[in-house]
């Protein structure tokens, strides 16, 4: 018995969120699409899929089970890369990339990137979340802090600088801080990880947990309460660039510079990449490296 049948079926299903759309993406129908899975989930014994008339949701069975054979079927995808080498790569790939990378990523990935790559066919995901790369299926996972434990490959990319900033008007009412001792008693806009705020980490390793006034999963939130007069936020310079030339914020204890954030890009291929996510993670880090500290 053929044990790839409905293998493509089932993971554009899984990838797709439905049997229409993994039927549009392989040229089919959805009822042939529906069967393929049929016939798949006799042959495991196993029910892939809970069916309804508007969602289409995993089992247990069918997670474990995508987890195993999507990276296959994407392998062998990728195997066409060894014969077309010269042509710049191919294929789909897909991304995911954080909010505070969008500004600095976005216009070159859809512009530059796509020109010299025309046979690559981009799928973006620009989201704070940490997603699950294998079973979600992407190809690359860029992310700027930590990463914790993974079984996942991660290619540094330099750290990102960060400064201590808050606008000309909350330092003129609350006093601007002139060494670190004064900084418990000013107004901190805290970034929160995972539900947990993130402290100040100053270059030479002193560390310093302020109370915070307020607290947000978003540099741009924390960006727009700064630009408020709300109090000093801890940000990607980056992300402040402007606000700060144009002097809608200053920069907080410029004597003392702040630890960088890691920048990484996290795949699961190992050591053999397939030619489109090499000419992805080197393009990104040929873009990343005026704005990164070393790795």
Known sequence: MDKTAGL???VRAVETGSFSAAARLIGTTPSAVSKSIDRLERRLGAKLFLRSTRTLTLTDDGAAYFERVGPLLRALEDAEDALHADTG?????RVSLPNVLAPGLLDALTGEFLARHPQIKLEL?????HVDVIREGYDVSLRAGPVGDTELVARPLGRLPMVLAASPAYLAR?????TAEDLPAAAHLRYLLGGRPIGIDFADGEAFSPEGVLDADSGLALRHAALNGLG???LLKMW????LQSGRLEIVLPERPLRGVPLQALHAFGRFQPLRVRLLLDF????????????
């Open 89 to 93: 790569g191919r294929g789909r790939l």
């Open 284 to 295: 990104v880090a040929e873009r990343m490296r005026p704005l990164t500290l070393e790795p």
């Open 8 to 10: 493509v079926q089932f």
């Open 240 to 243: 402040v660039e402007d606000d």
């Open 125 to 129: 995901s620009v989201t704070d979340r």
């Open 232 to 234: 000093i936020a801890c």
């Open 174 to 178: 609350a006093g601007r801080p002139r």
